[in-house]
């Protein structure tokens, strides 16, 4: 039987602020542990929780971009359940309000476009950390209040592709509009996965079992896959899928049963009645939005229309926040697009990756490298000699044209320089002539060849052919 | 000469005279309150309380500041830096706060003394006194022992009653302040919500909860307002509404439409306060009060009772959820953490406590929360529709604020008391709308003090200080005193 697979994504993202969701105690990842806590945070009585506005206006960007309907009131809820992770008995999240609703995104997989709905963003505070070591559990209250922003999709995705596709669009869209560093490795992006199969063609969907925890964008792929072969497998064995919830062992590459859901839990939802409802309007709305930095999407859509960039060269560049703004800034000085995108993810990449350095540490400011690239698009210099100037301005940031200018370096573009030494170059070498045209096509080359060492790789290699040719046909 | 019986605004003119020192005021407090004969006492703090006497009694009087030097109780569910809360229960036995609430802080800074805190029922659920750690809370007014001050706010009404300072500091849920009051010859004044911060207050049911207090006159409820009303960022659900001079009332009633409603006023089965609360009536009327009766549904009266116990336990099982052992208080240990907040609860909270829990938990399961939760939630949204509908043609809902004197303490439990479901229980209509109330003495009874209750709009409490200190004027209880047999 054929098989298709019911996909929904949750994804929690923690949101870049100061201090926690709803205390002042400061966020900082990397503090010792229990260091940063505030009676708040350990639900000491008589506490009270407080809004952190930059969360707010972090879950209004991420509305934004998924084309959500914010409400202009916030409202908060209770979430009741004891866990050791859990200061208060109840987490604070939004239940039946949340911030955004009924929003969509689409998905470009191998050049189709797929529209996936999104259910919900809603804001909540995270759970403490845990570690349990053998018989002991270690609980870090730094964790504890952390904001957090929650998408939900309705089941629209159908493969791992797919899923994946969508969790790489949004951590495009946290970190470029700044909202969060999208670090699934280090867990301020973490998603779980909804998969169910049902035979083609019915309606009604399969027993749901949830993935927990994937920690990178591969493995999302991966892991639904798998966990849609496995579904299959049990179903043509004759067997039923159970509701549980699975997690992923990246040693045995399966997914591995953690708990059977017998039935729902009841977390007694109800409204928080020490944050009454904040109305905060549209243009509170507006204003957010109004200073959200370019979206991702935007983006791409500009670097194909109006930079003509293949799908390919956007990809590589949006695939870091960094890197993207390197190169918003260069071409803020040279509309030669695609040689700066090239110069981007071949060179300087290879430099950083060599290196292990970031974008932001490269000494090229991007002045000077639009102005190699106006050099090259110029044919000023050749490709080779653009890669040996950016090796020099790697070491030092200084302007092309005087690094070229010292190397002696600029290309030989004149026509008539070229005519000279493609003409010079034919008459010392009759035989190969005569093999070009005896149908050697290597001859050709062997040519361009002698003509690059005469001029000491300084001739425009289009310009040189193309001359070289016409010069051939004459005689 | 005894200090601790008089009224702050006495105690001050005495301070502002040179007559009395605070250490000698807070000395006298301190060795009536350590005869305390009514079991009314928490952690005390009666060695800061000399120290900042002795301080206090070194420097100049602040003769604009009535709370300088004034000592006063603490409700045991109310934060204090350093000082043991545990809201009188087990569960929080060890319990140090790390910070004070709002309107401790605030009482500091005006340089009032606190002596230290006041027993309550348990985690301030309950009316009767009783249900404590430490066991039964005696009225000051029963010297056999056999009647309850009430509740929750038991040993704030006691301290204050008994003589030992001129106000406590209290809270109120359903009628926490305002009936233990009624029971104590006491005024027991609660704001409107958002009026005082609950920053610091132990959550019962935040909808409902307020901080409130018990003084011994209209004018020393008043005082106190001026310093603990206003916005506290601390506590989002406090109000940006304008903090007004309350003492600078008025108490001229002429004009003022006062409602008395069916079923609540026309229905007193105690003669004596029948008597009194309608002398009050014929006396107010005289000074040109307009008295009318009105009504609202029985139905709805009849729900009040219900609709506050399924909202209160359902938030209060929520509100104490953090009591797990886990981070603070009395921590039962166990294998797993499951264990460790099984245990740590078993034996934390008392039984009266976990059937609350029960209940109110139930009431918020999803198979339930329809029929138990949200149709209470809409009960109350029906209530105060009908109350604030009666105060928009009127000034202040007027009402006896118990059905009679303290009750014996057998004839109390937690289960519902039809005989008087309404009379006993229709101060709750303050808390569902989260308007101001007072109740202040009308007579006594063989003794026994009972009082009578003013309700009013929202953020009304100066107009509501005025109006009670009339009543004030009329019965002539003010600083009410226990006779020292």
């Known amino acids: ?475 | 000469m005894d200090y601790t019986t008089l009224t702050i605004k006495e105690l001050h003119a005495l301070y502002v005279e040179g007559k009395v020192t605070p250490l000698e005021v807070v000395k006298q407090a301190i060795e009536k309150a350590k005869k305390d004969k009514t079991n009314s006492l928490e952690a005390v703090t009666f060695e800061q309380a000399l120290e900042m006497a002795t301080l206090l009694s070194a420097t100049a009087v602040e003769v604009d500041n009535p709370l300088w030097g004034i000592p006063y109780f603490i409700k045991d569910n109310i934060s204090t830096k350093g000082v043991e809360t545990v809201a009188s229960s087990n569960i929080l036995k060890g319990y140090i706060p790390h910070f004070d609430a709002e309107v401790v802080a605030r009482l500091k800074t005006k340089k009032a003394i606190s002596l230290g805190k006041t027993t309550l029922d348990e985690l301030a659920m309950g009316g009767s006194g009783m249900s404590g750690h430490l066991g039964r809370t005696y009225n000051p007014f029963d010297p056999k022992k056999e009647r309850m001050i009430g509740g929750s706010s038991a040993g704030s009404a006691s301290v204050v009653a008994s003589g030992f300072v001129p106000f406590a500091l209290g809270s109120d849920t359903g009628d926490s302040v305002r009936k233990p009051a009624s029971y104590a010859g006491l005024v027991g004044f609660k704001p409107t919500w958002g009026r005082i911060s609950r920053y610091g207050l132990f959550p019962f049911a935040p909808s409902l909860d307020a901080v409130g207090y018990f003084t011994r006159s209209v004018a020393d409820a008043a005082i106190l307002l001026d310093v603990l009303a206003g916005r506290d960022d601390k506590d989002l659900t406090s109000s940006f509404e304008k903090v007004e001079d309350y003492t600078k009332y008025t108490t001229s009633v002429k004009g003022i439409k006062i409602a008395l409603i069916k079923g609540i006023s026309d229905n007193i089965s105690n003669p004596t306060l029948k008597e009194h609360y309608e002398q009050t009536l014929v006396e107010l009327a005289k000074r040109g009060a307009i008295i009318e009766y009105v009504e609202i549904e029985k139905s709805l009266l009849n729900a009040l009772f219900s609709t506050y116990f399924v909202i209160s336990c359902a938030e209060s099982t929520s509100n104490n959820a953090n009591l797990d052992g886990v981070k603070f208080g009395a921590r039962k240990e166990g294998k797993t953490y499951i264990d460790v907040i099984k245990n740590t609860r078993t034996a934390g909270f008392s039984a009266l406590i976990k059937r609350r829990f029960i209940l109110g938990s139930y009431s918020l399961k999803q198979e339930n929360q329809e029929l138990l939760f949200r149709r209470a939630q809409k009960a109350r949204r029906l209530i105060v529709e009908a109350v604030n509908k009666v105060l928009t043609t009127h000034d202040f809902i007027y009402s006896p604020a118990a059905p009679g004197v303290a009750p014996l303490f057998d004839k109390k439990s937690d289960n519902l008391n039809i005989a008087h479901l309404i009379e006993d229980n229709h101060l709750v209509i303050g808390n569902f709308a989260g308007l101001p109330s007072i109740t202040i003495p009308v007579c006594l009874d063989n003794g026994l003090p009972i009082g009578v209750n003013l309700t009013g709009r929202a953020f009304s409490e100066k107009a509501l200080f005025g109006f009670a200190a009339a009543i004030e004027d009329i019965t002539g209880l003010k600083n009410l005193q226990v006779e020292d047999k």
């Open chain 1, 1 to 475: 039987m054929e098989y298709e697979a019911v996909i929904g994504l949750e994804i929690h993202v923690e949101t870049k602020t100061k201090s926690k969701m709803f205390s002042d105690a400061p966020v900082d990842y990397n503090a010792a542990p229990n260091t940063l806590v505030s009676p708040i945070d350990l639900a000491h009585p008589g506490t009270l929780p407080l809004v952190n506005k930059k969360a707010v206006e972090n879950a209004i960007k991420v509305c934004y971009a998924l084309n959500m309907t914010i409400d202009e009131t916030l409202y908060f809820d209770r979430k009741n359940y004891f866990y050791s992770d859990l200061p208060k008995g109840y987490q604070i999240t939004q239940d039946k309000r949340p911030i955004g609703k009924d929003g969509y995104i689409d998905l470009n997989v191998d050049g189709k476009i797929t529209r996936i709905r999104i259910n919900r963003v809603h804001m909540e505070e995270d759970t403490a950390k845990q570690l349990h070591i053998i018989e002991h559990s270690l609980v870090d209250y730094n964790r504890a209040g952390i904001p957090l922003i929650e998408v939900v999709t309705e089941p629209d995705i159908r493969n791992g592709k797919e899923a994946a596709k969508y969790v790489e669009m949004i951590r495009e869209i946290v970190t470029f509009t700044n909202v969060s560093d999208g670090k699934m490795e280090e867990g301020s992006l973490r998603c779980d996965v909804n998969v169910s199969i049902r035979p083609v063609g019915r309606e009604a969907f399969g027993t749901k079992v949830e993935v927990k925890n994937l920690n990178s964008i591969s493995n999302v792929e991966k892991v639904v896959d798998i966990e849609i072969a496995r579904q299959k497998a049990v179903l043509e064995a004759g067997g039923v899928v159970i509701q549980e919830t699975r997690r992923y062992d990246d040693g045995l590459k399966e997914t591995i049963s953690m708990r059977v859901k017998s039935s729902a839990v009841d977390y007694k939802y109800y409204p928080e009645a020490n944050l009454v409802p904040i109305y905060i309007g549209r243009d509170f709305i507006d204003r957010v939005i109004a200073t959200c930095p370019e979206l991702p999407t935007t983006k791409r859509t500009r670097y194909e229309d109006e930079f003509k960039l293949s799908q390919f060269d956007i990809d590589v560049l949006l695939a870091n926040k960094d890197v993207c703004e390197y190169f918003d800034q260069t071409v803020k000085f040279t509309k030669n697009y695609k040689i700066v995108s090239n110069l981007i993810s071949g060179e300087i990449a290879a430099f950083l990756n060599k290196n292990q350095q970031s974008i932001t540490e490269l000494k090229v400011e991007p002045a000077n490298l639009a102005k190699l690239a106006e050099m090259i698009a110029g044919g000023k210099i050749s490709n080779k000699q653009a890669r040996e100037i950016l090796e020099h301005l790697f070491e030092k940031n200084q302007n092309p044209e005087l690094v070229a200018k010292s190397l002696n370096m600029v290309q030989i573009s004149d026509e008539g320089a070229i005519l000279t030494l493609v003409n010079s170059v034919l008459d010392e070498n009759p035989s190969v002539i005569e093999d070009y045209k005896n149908g050697k096509d290597r001859a050709f080359g062997f040519l361009v060849g002698i003509l690059m060492k005469k001029s000491q790789g300084k001739i425009n290699p289009s310009m040189a052919s193309s001359i070289l040719k016409q010069e051939i046909e004459k005689r």
